[in-house]
């Protein structure tokens, strides 16, 4: 067969597939999409600002809406973002609650 050995066999599929097609598909499925309330796409490093009041669990206090989140990292989790505020550590909010600037 003429250009078999670039094909190898996806275990997932049980099938012998082009191995660029292969790493294509790997790829995609490891790049999650994370989206804001209005269905922008976030990326790290993004400004977000709230949407609404959020209560900080174990910080004892509110974050109001429109507050700036200066810089994103996204967590690989659809829903989640990992943010930086001052004076609170391990920040993480969800996507659903943020809007990109």
Do not use: H
Request: proline share 3%; aromatic share 4%.
């Amino acid at each position: 067969m003429p250009g078999s050995d670039d094909y190898v066999f996806d275990e997932e599929s049980g099938e012998w597939m082009p191995a660029s097609e292969l790493a294509a598909k790997r790829a995609a499925e490891g790049a999650v999409e994370v989206r804001d309330a209005v269905g922008n796409l976030l990326a790290d490093g993004d400004q977000v600002t709230l949407i609404k009041d959020l209560e900080v669990k174990g910080a004892g206090r509110t974050l109001k809406q429109g507050t700036l989140i200066k810089s994103i990292r996204l967590t690989g989790d659809p829903q989640e973002i990992d943010c930086k505020y001052e004076g609170i550590k391990g920040l993480v909010l969800r996507a659903e609650f943020v809007r990109k600037r």
